[in-house]
Structures are given as C-alpha cells and as structure tokens.
C-alpha cells in the first residue's frame, strides 16, 4: 500500500510533498499512487484572494463566479473571499449570503469564503451574517459606485463596529472621504473638468488618510479589529503600521496594480486602469514597495472588478466604471516585479498572497506549505517569461490594464486539495470548490 495519494518531487524549496486525503501528510518522500515531477520549478501556498467582485448573482454577466475562480486558479490561487457587492442582492443579510453560496458551490472551481456588508440599513442583520459565517464586514466610508451598496455614516460605521467587535468579526473599510471626494468632484464637474487627470486630482492621498485616520479611531473606541483594503500609497502603510505600534488591531491590503502601475499608466491606457482610490505616482509607489519590503503591509489582494466592456467606455471619465480586472495575475506579478526585479523573497510573497490572509481571516488549515495542511499548492516557472495576451485572460470580459505587459515568472500548475485544477494553461478541474468559515 502506497504511503500517499501523491507525491510532488523536485520543486524547491520542499523537494518532496507527501499528500494523502486532500491535506500534507509529510514533507518527505515515500511511496504514492500518483507523482508529479516538479524538477526546475517552485512551489508556493495557493493564492487566497481575499479581495475579489464577481458579481454574483444578479451582475453576473459582469464576470461570474465561474470566469472568475476559473481565471483565479490559472493564476495559482486555490480559494477567493467574495465582497457583498456587486452582486445582487448585495450580502447584507442571510437570505442573500445563502443565494451567493448556491451559486458558487455549484460554479467555484477553487475553494471560497464570502464577505458580508455593513450598511446603514442592516445593523440588524450583523449577528445572522456571522452566524452563518461570513469573513467579516465590509464597508464603505465613500460612494460604494453602486446603488443597492450605501455607504456608512460616522455613527453607522461606529455601531457597526462595535457589534462586529462583540460577534468577535472584524470590520474591512473602503477608506476614501467622502466628504472631499464629493466636494473635489462636483467641482470639477461644474467646471466641465471630465479628463483622466481631473478624476485623479479629484481623489488626493490626503483624503484617503483623513478616512484611514478615522477608521483606526473608531476602531480604537469600539475595540473592533480592523482591515483597510486597497491602500494606495506608502503613507496610507505608515498611518496603519503606526496605529498596531499602539497596540490596535489594524492591518492593510494593498492591491498589484498600486505596486505595478502609476498615474502615468492611468493616463496611458484610460479606463481599464480606473480604480478608487486611484492610482498614484511613481514616488508614492516606491514607498508603498519599501513598507511592503519591510512588512508592514499584511495582505496583497486583487480587488477583481469587472464590468461588462460598455460601462469602460465614456468621454467622461468620472463616468467610467472604476475597477480593475486583474484575479488572474496577483502572483504572476508579484513573481515578476517583486521577486525578479526587486529581489522580494519568495517567502515574503507567499506570506503577502497566503500565510497572512489566512493567519489574519482566520482560515482554518490553509495558506501554509505545512504538515496537516490543505495541499493547497501553485509551482511556478520562475525564469519562464510571457506576454499577456488578451486570448490568455479568462475572464468573462476579456480586458485587463496588463494586457501586452511582459513577465518573468510563470503558473504552470495550480493544486485544490491534492487535485490538479490548472495545467499547461488548461483549467482542468472536476469538481466544485468549498465554503470555507473561518474560526
Ligand atoms: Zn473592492
């Protein structure tokens, strides 16, 4: 009798994975039914993307639960945590978290939890979210863009937190001001500013720290743990990381695209690179790099948001859907600008990408390369160099800001659970992805 299901040979750094059952039996070697051999590639944790849209149901021709963990594994991600909007209904009570869990298991083909809303209208609804297992709650301190998702008030945000605080779940903001954002907007509107440059100048760095500085506050005051999404600079990092220096339970995404592209890019390619908060400059983004280097950044999320094509297109560019579809290559890129051009540690990545998230959202036996854990895995090619090609994009919509971008470092196999998903550039999963709750 075999020791294990399967056996992984020759992936560095762990030359030999055991994997019995679905889980990591041992890392050595020994007998297996089946083996892979890995000789000249790495092995990392699969990707856990705790940041995506897919829009379903109810937007679901925007992406879809199915192009999206579809597009999620052939970039070596193995399980997605899904926000309360854009679908629809939005999660913000639990009829809605049980029509999106109809949904994915029946279309995931990676593993998933879901997030779910903190809105002015569902305070009541917290504790029935959490009972049946959400990651936490999401809220937006500024337009969420999308009108079935209102954004919180201060006093909202405040009762919100606290009752997250006593249901033991944390609260993950949209840190954006809304009072400047509006302000800043309408004026340009007024004076028929609509162009790339005045969409920027209408969303400063320093209207995003005014909103991160007044989360961590009410953080503090309810005792509830925090996570800023989408951070965009490296002064947003520092505000946060000098906020846990205080002992407050505060951590941060920041998104690929803050890391890979600039205002410039943005200006460049036009719609397909909208995003709030925007994108910033090349200075701002090299901060972001050096905190993300020395840690302070937890997480590293994609913040897939798609839209169908028609809504990427207007002479106005305020009126142009923001968001950027990019779940198909978080660790391509980090791979290529981290690791090969920055010499970022693989280690480091995989933290960023898997050992955090679930370290962080609580996630039981994931996101580590560790005896009794999920064999969750990616082997990448690190010195395979690709173009990204729109035909290569397996999204519902095949856009994306990276399309013609050149990178080094390679998905050559994504593994759920001891089974092959992706291969070869071929999704070649059986079966369904699970609901995971977190602890
Ligand atoms: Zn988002």
Not at 72 to 101: R, V
Not at 256 to 275: F, N, Q, R, W
Not at 342 to 349: A, F, T, V
């Amino acid at each position: 009798m075999p020791e294990f299901d399967l056996l992984i040979r020759g992936a560095q750094p762990f030359p030999e994975i055991g994997i019995t059952d679905g889980k990591i039996a041992a890392l050595s070697g020994g007998t297996a039914h089946e083996e892979i051999d890995a000789t000249g590639l790495h092995v990392l944790p699969g990707v856990i993307d705790s940041h995506v849209h897919f829009n379903e149901p109810g937007r679901t021709e925007w992406e879809g639960i199915a192009t999206g963990s579809r597009a999620l594994a052939a970039g070596g991600g193995t399980m997605f945590f899904d926000m309360p909007l854009n679908a629809h209904p939005p999660t913000c009570d639990s009829s809605s978290f049980d029509e999106k869990l109809i949904a994915a298991e029946e279309k995931s083909v990676t593993d998933f939890a879901l997030w779910g809303g903190l809105v002015p209208e569902n305070l009541d609804k917290l504790e029935r979210l959490a009972a049946r297992g959400v990651i936490g709650f999401k809220a937006f301190m500024s337009n969420s863009g999308i009108d079935d998702f209102s954004s919180v008030d201060d006093a909202t945000l405040k009762e919100g937190m606290k009752r997250a605080a006593k249901l033991g779940k944390l609260v993950a903001v949209h840190a954006e001001s809304d009072r400047i954002t509006a302000e800043l907007t309408a004026q340009a509107l007024a004076e028929n500013r609509i162009t790339v440059r005045d969409y920027l100048d209408s969303r400063p760095i320093h209207q995003e720290l005014e909103a991160i500085h007044r989360a961590i506050q009410v953080a503090g005051e309810t005792k509830c743990s925090l996570h800023i999404v989408h951070v965009s600079s490296g002064a947003g990092v520092a505000l946060i990381a000098s906020a846990r220096k205080q002992s407050l339970d505060v951590t941060c995404e920041t998104c690929p695209h803050y890391l890979v592209m600039t205002e410039e890019d943005v200006e460049k390619i036009g719609a397909l690179a909208k995003c709030a908060p925007p994108l910033r400059t090349k200075s701002s983004q090299d901060v972001l790099w050096r905190y993300l280097e020395k840690g302070h950044v937890n997480t590293v999320g994609s913040d897939h948001s798609p839209s169908p094509p028609d809504m990427k297109r207007n002479f106005n560019f305020f009126k142009v859907w923001g968001g950027i579809s990019g779940v198909q290559h978080t660790l391509p890129l980090l791979l290529s600008e981290g690791h090969t051009k920055r010499g970022l540690d693989l280690s480091l990545i995989a933290d960023l990408l898997s050992a955090n998230v679930a370290r962080r959202f609580k996630i039981p036996n994931k996101g580590q390369i560790a005896s009794g854990f999920d064999a969750d895995l990616a082997l990448v090619d690190l010195g395979k160099t690709t173009t990204i090609a729109k035909e290569d994009l397996l999204y519902r919509h095949k856009q994306s800001p990276y399309v013609g971008r050149t990178l080094t470092g390679r998905v050559v196999r994504t593994i759920l659970r001891g089974k092959t998903i992706f291969n070869d550039g071929q999704i070649t999963a059986t079966g369904c992805g699970r609901l995971v709750k977190p602890i």
